[in-house]
């Protein structure tokens, strides 16, 4: 059925674009609305002989392609590096507050159940960063994995590509930062740990919530909380510098657990600590609040309050220098309490700065090795 496009922002109930519950089993998102770019909207409709509960459920669809470049640069001055690498578009765990969402709007697909089921494995990543950091004109700086989306998603176990891209950063002796919400990175702590012993790696683990419950259901496919700082653990006894993130916190859901957090991975071993508010541009705004009111309906008036509060009466604001922490009483009592729990705590004294000047270009077949 053809419905005319719906304008940006414009709240939906559950019904149009829903989804049955038994077909979106372990998903985050609710719905699955065309992107912002598409001339028409699809919803499916029931025509009364239960035909659209009886189809199976959503499964997780992977489309192999081949990057022509890999290293994304950016000159955002609101963040700390300069380039980074994602192996994937689209990711498994399916947290419903993902700012990397609407990204599949390019590709003609929904923000929706599509990022979370529908997703791409750049099969060629490796062997296209070898050709990058290979390049006369390439100058080191850390590269950062992750800020998009996750590289130790569930499908890495088929596809391996984070291990493929560390072995060719390993030999390169290129420095890499990680953020992830998955245990799958001690899969390659061999790899980690050397690269650590070099100063040219170090990894964060994004905990939201300690509620097992509320993590379950809005980031269905990552890591419990409880293995997130297993595996904080795992890497500091590994000797790689691991700090937590505390993202996103969300005003009136979880906002209440930031110390509790930062105090449990502290114990754990992190020696350093971010945190983001909750970011909701474009699609995410839609999909996060027919999520809130579906799964915390005592509770959705004030979070959206809350955050209207914190990003200048919107749901989002995009200015650089505000969009990660917000602005208001609200955020900066938020802020505050992070610093004095820090403090309190004795993280971020020593951040770990890694290494550029061991860097060797790769050597490409057929290339001539350099003798300086």
């Given at each position: 059925m053809d419905l005319r496009k719906p304008e940006k922002h414009e709240s939906f109930p559950l019904e149009a674009g829903g989804v049955p519950a038994e077909r979106r089993r372990g998903r985050g998102a609710l719905t699955n609305r065309s992107g912002r770019f598409e001339p028409i909207a699809y919803q499916p409709v029931d025509d009364g002989w239960g035909s659209v509960g009886d189809l199976d459920a959503l499964s997780t669809q992977v489309q192999e392609i081949r990057a022509k470049a890999i290293i994304t640069r950016n000159e955002s001055p609101d963040i700390g590096f300069d380039r980074s690498i994602n192996p994937y578009r689209g990711c498994e765990h399916g947290c419903v507050y993902c700012f990397a969402r609407p990204t599949h709007a390019f590709m003609g697909l929904s923000p929706g159940l599509d990022f979370e089921t529908r997703l791409f494995a750049k099969v060629n990543a490796a062997e296209q960063l070898k050709r990058e950091l290979a390049h006369p004109k390439y100058k080191p700086a850390t590269i950062a994995?992750?800020?998009?989306?996750?590289?130790?998603?569930?499908?890495?176990?088929?596809?391996?590509?984070?291990?493929?891209?560390?072995?060719?950063?390993?030999?390169?002796?290129?420095?890499?930062?990680?953020?992830?919400?998955?245990?799958?990175?001690?899969?390659?702590?061999?790899?980690?740990?050397?690269m650590a012993k070099r100063g040219l790696a170090k990894v964060a683990l994004s905990v939201t919530t300690l509620d097992r419950k509320l993590s379950r259901a809005m980031e269905p496919r990552a890591a419990a909380p409880e293995k997130r700082l297993e595996t904080v653990a795992a890497l500091t006894e590994a000797g790689i510098p691991t700090s937590v993130m505390v993202a996103p916190i969300m005003p009136g859901l979880t906002d209440?657990?930031?110390?509790?957090?930062?105090?449990?991975a502290s114990v754990a071993g992190a020696k350093e600590a971010g945190y983001v508010l909750l970011r909701l541009p474009l699609e995410i705004a839609d999909l996060f609040t027919e999520w809130l009111e579906a799964n915390c309906p005592d509770r959705a008036a004030k979070v959206l309050s809350l955050m209207r509060q914190s990003r200048g009466g919107k749901l989002y604001d995009a200015k650089w220098g505000e969009r990660m922490?917000?602005?208001?009483?609200?955020?900066?009592?938020?802020?505050?309490?992070?610093?004095?729990?820090?403090?309190?705590?004795?993280?971020?004294?020593?951040?770990?700065?890694?290494?550029?000047?061991?860097?060797?270009?790769?050597?490409l077949p057929g290339q001539q090795m350099r003798l300086f």
């Amino acid at each position: 059925m053809d419905l005319r496009k719906p304008e940006k922002h414009e709240s939906f109930p559950l019904e149009a674009g829903g989804v049955p519950a038994e077909r979106r089993r372990g998903r985050g998102a609710l719905t699955n609305r065309s992107g912002r770019f598409e001339p028409i909207a699809y919803q499916p409709v029931d025509d009364g002989w239960g035909s659209v509960g009886d189809l199976d459920a959503l499964s997780t669809q992977v489309q192999e392609i081949r990057a022509k470049a890999i290293i994304t640069r950016n000159e955002s001055p609101d963040i700390g590096f300069d380039r980074s690498i994602n192996p994937y578009r689209g990711c498994e765990h399916g947290c419903v507050y993902c700012f990397a969402r609407p990204t599949h709007a390019f590709m003609g697909l929904s923000p929706g159940l599509d990022f979370e089921t529908r997703l791409f494995a750049k099969v060629n990543a490796a062997e296209q960063l070898k050709r990058e950091l290979a390049h006369p004109k390439y100058k080191p700086a850390t590269i950062a994995i992750g800020t998009n989306t996750d590289p130790y998603q569930p499908i890495d176990r088929q596809y391996g590509l984070m291990r493929d891209i560390l072995q060719v950063l390993d030999e390169a002796n290129h420095p890499v930062a990680i953020v992830t919400k998955s245990s799958l990175v001690l899969r390659d702590i061999d790899i980690l740990s050397s690269m650590a012993k070099r100063g040219l790696a170090k990894v964060a683990l994004s905990v939201t919530t300690l509620d097992r419950k509320l993590s379950r259901a809005m980031e269905p496919r990552a890591a419990a909380p409880e293995k997130r700082l297993e595996t904080v653990a795992a890497l500091t006894e590994a000797g790689i510098p691991t700090s937590v993130m505390v993202a996103p916190i969300m005003p009136g859901l979880t906002d209440m657990e930031m110390e509790r957090i930062l105090e449990r991975a502290s114990v754990a071993g992190a020696k350093e600590a971010g945190y983001v508010l909750l970011r909701l541009p474009l699609e995410i705004a839609d999909l996060f609040t027919e999520w809130l009111e579906a799964n915390c309906p005592d509770r959705a008036a004030k979070v959206l309050s809350l955050m209207r509060q914190s990003r200048g009466g919107k749901l989002y604001d995009a200015k650089w220098g505000e969009r990660m922490v917000g602005d208001g009483p609200y955020a900066w009592m938020i802020g505050r309490r992070f610093e004095m729990a820090v403090q309190r705590l004795g993280l971020n004294k020593d951040k770990t700065r890694l290494r550029t000047d061991l860097f060797e270009a790769p050597v490409l077949p057929g290339q001539q090795m350099r003798l300086f």
